[in-house]
C-alpha cells in the first residue's frame, strides 16, 4: 500500500480517465458509426446525463462508493482473504493479488448483472438501462441509483472480502468504466480485429448483443472479459448486420419516456403494456430467439424463431 494514495487521489484518476475516454470514444462513434440511431442525441442525452451526475454522486459520498475506498478500509482495519493467509504465514505474492482480485472482481460483476436479468427487485433497476432506444457511450452510464449504490455495495463487499491491494481495486474500476464505455459505443470495429478482441474482452458487437431485442436481452452479460459468458454458456456470436437489431424494449419506445424525470421514476412505475407486442419489459426473463453458443469462433448462420444470425 502506498501511504500517500487516498480516496481523493483514486478519485482523480477516475475522473481523468473517465473524462478522458469518453472523449475519444464520443468522436470515435461519430466518425464511425455502427448503427443509425432511433432517436436523437437531444431526445436521450438530458436523461442520461443526469443519472451519470447522479452515480458519480453515489460514488463520491457512499462509504466505500469507490472501490479505493473500501480497499483502503481493508488495509487499515487488516482484514480480508490475503491478509488472513499472510497472518496464517501463506503469503501471496503481490502480483497473484492483483491477477486474482481482477478475475474475482470481473467474475463478481459478471454474476451481478445476471442476477440483474434473473431476479425481479433487481430487473426494475436495471430496466432503465435497457430501455434506452439507442447504444452509444451515454448508455454505458445510464444506471438508475439504485442499481449504483446497490452494486457499488456488492462490489465493495468482495473487494472488502479479498482485501484487494489498494492499486489493484482502482485499476479495476477504471477498466470496468472505460471498457463499458468502450463496447457501449456505437463504433463499428473491423469485424477481423473484433473477432480477435472477443476471444477475451466484450467488443461493441458483442455487447450490442446484450441490448438486442432478438436475443430478448438474455445473452452477452459480460461487461469486461467475454470468458464468463463463454464458460457458462451465456454467450451469442455477434450478427454481422447489427442495423437490423432492435435495441431497447418495446414498451418505452416514447420520448417522453426518457427525459430525466421518467427514467427517475422508472422502477416504482409498472410498465405500459403495448397489445401489438409480446411483452418484455415487465419481467426479468424473456426468451432468446438467439442460439447460444459456446464458443466465439464457431462459425454458423441459423434460422431460430424468423431471427437469421449471420455471424460477424
Ligand atoms: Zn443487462
Redesign the pocket.
Known sequence: MIPEFTAETADQWRGAVFFGLAAVFIVAESLFPDRPRAMTRRQRWPGNFLLVVLGGAIARFLPVGALAGAALFAHAQGIGAFHWLTSAGIGVPVWAQWIISLLVLDFAVWAF?LA??RIPFLWVF?RV??ADPDIDVTTALRFHPGEIALSSLYKAGFVIFLGAPVLAAVLFEMILNGLAMFNHANWRIPPRIDRILRLFVVTPAFHRM?HAMETG?NRN?GFCLSIWDQLFGQMVVPTADRAALQIGLPEYRATRQHSPLALLVQPFVPPPRDPSQKSLGDGPLRSCAVPLCSAPWSAFTKVESGFRLNVL
Open positions: 448483472h440483474a436479468h436495471h438501462h435497457h446484450h436481452h452479460f
